[in-house]
């Protein structure tokens, strides 16, 4: 059901005619540790669970590019390492973002980007009714829909942003969103480097993915830095 959602959103993400890009070729490259406060509940069939979490630091980075070719989108892919103590062992809802995006607006005081997120789930849940040692995988792909939005502050060097990638399908909804401030360290004809900070919250709720459920949250501030060549 996921991948003929994929499939459907992309077909839809391909289509508009109002899609931009740069009018120069751009790569990003970025990096953001994440300190999280995890909570909620996990399990295994009809045996759900509700451990006490270990807080712990999460990484997340990031390369985009960006073209001008009219209607191919732009293309950013991101790893998001989301592991936690719960109790039983070593859980996993790490997972990769493959974004395809239109560039709607693009200039120094506005920008607005749209399109489609695939996360690629490959995960672990440990608990004491997991099938293999105490250990349950799963694996799953699941198609959002994704916005970005970036508003500079005139007569400063700084610019506010917020992103969000987000779906509800049937019980499973899984949504990441996050809301901050870039101050632009070096901006020059070579090299752009900026420093980002702000909050991040994520929501991953599996329903019955290789037997697997869970309704788990994850939120707290962050800091990033990003170069833009």
Sequence with gaps: MYKKSIMAAAALALTPALASADTVLGLYVGGQYWDTDASGEYGVGSEIFTPGFEDKGQ????????HPVPLIPNVKIRENALEFDGGYG?????????????EFFDNDIISFDAGINAMDFDGTVRTPVSTTFGRQDFSVTVPTAYLATRVGIPMTELTMFAE????????????????????RLVENLAVDLNLHAGYRHSVIELDDVDDIYSDVTFKGPFVGLEVHF
């Design 59 to 66: 990484t997340s980075y990031y390369a985009a590019l960006e």
């Design 90 to 102: 070593r859980n996993d809802f790490s997972h990769r973002d493959y974004i395809f995006y239109y």
């Design 164 to 183: 969000v990638s987000a779906l509800s399908v049937k019980d499973s909804k899984v949504q990441d969103a996050q809301i901050g401030v870039e101050y």
